[in-house]
């Protein structure tokens, strides 16, 4: 069965400082990865999109890892904002004849003034 | 703004009633994915449709049925509400090829449906 797992289910982190999001995945057989922002009560924002042979990917203060290998991912935020309060879903993709995306439960980040 | 709009935003329903939720797909985007998120969960995939056919199911019973039109919108159709039923319902849109491709994928704001 495909699964995401993040890690930590919540964080909170003081304005300025930073952080990084976990995900380790068992999705066969794997296309990309992605990580997503959420805000409460919002649809998910794309953040990243990494495939197979891409391990890094920066989109401003956020860069995601990829290690295909061991099946993990992570995603760095970089001098926190009090935006950035949200949660952050890690989204796997697997190449199954049609298109289907397996979701993490997302870990809930709060950054504090 | 993604180019994805759902309606209506808000909803309640009651037990046995039925729902449909309406999803209009970024321009150019032939793929539309409907997704279920409970409170606190990650989304669940309901089903996907590709140019007006449906091309993938999660598990969801039948009950749970969808319809894309010509110009790539599309319905999302609930019958015989369940309490479990409440939760908030994603449209997704993306080009050829959708999730595996590596396209990118924008989702609309959902519709929040409180079944009671």
């Known amino acids: 069965k495909n699964q995401v797992e993040q890690s930590p289910q919540s964080l909170i982190i003081l304005e300025g400082k930073n952080c990084t999001l976990q995900c380790n995945y068992t999705v066969s057989p794997f296309s990309n990865l992605r990580w997503y922002k959420q805000d409460t009560g919002r649809g998910p924002v794309s953040l990243t999109i990494?495939?197979?042979?891409?391990n890094t990917k920066s989109n401003g203060r956020y860069t995601a890892t990829l290690d295909a290998d061991t099946k993990q991912s992570s995603l760095h935020i970089t001098a926190s904002q009090l935006s950035d309060s949200a949660s952050y879903i890690c989204v796997v993709s697997a190449n199954s004849g049609y298109s289907t995306l397996t979701f993490g439960k997302g870990t809930m980040l709060l950054v504090s003034p | 703004e993604t180019g994805v709009t759902q309606s209506p935003t808000h909803l309640i329903k009651t037990r046995g009633q039925q729902v449909t939720l309406r999803c209009s797909s970024q321009?150019?985007?032939?793929?539309v994915s409907w997704y279920q998120q409970a409170l606190g969960q990650g989304p669940q995939f309901i089903f996907q449709y590709y140019r007006e056919e449906e091309n993938g199911r999660g598990n969801f019973p039948p009950r749970f049925s969808g319809l894309q039109f010509p110009n790539y919108s599309s319905e999302l159709n609930v019958n015989a509400l369940e309490l479990d039923d409440s939760a908030l319902y994603l449209c997704?849109?993306?080009?050829?090829?959708?999730?595996?491709?590596?396209?990118?994928?924008?989702f609309g704001e959902g519709s929040w449906l409180t079944v009671v």
């Open positions: 990494m495939t197979f042979s891409e």
């Open positions: 997704a849109s993306s080009a050829k090829g959708g999730s595996s491709s590596g396209n990118t994928i924008y």
């Open positions: 321009s150019g985007h032939n793929t």
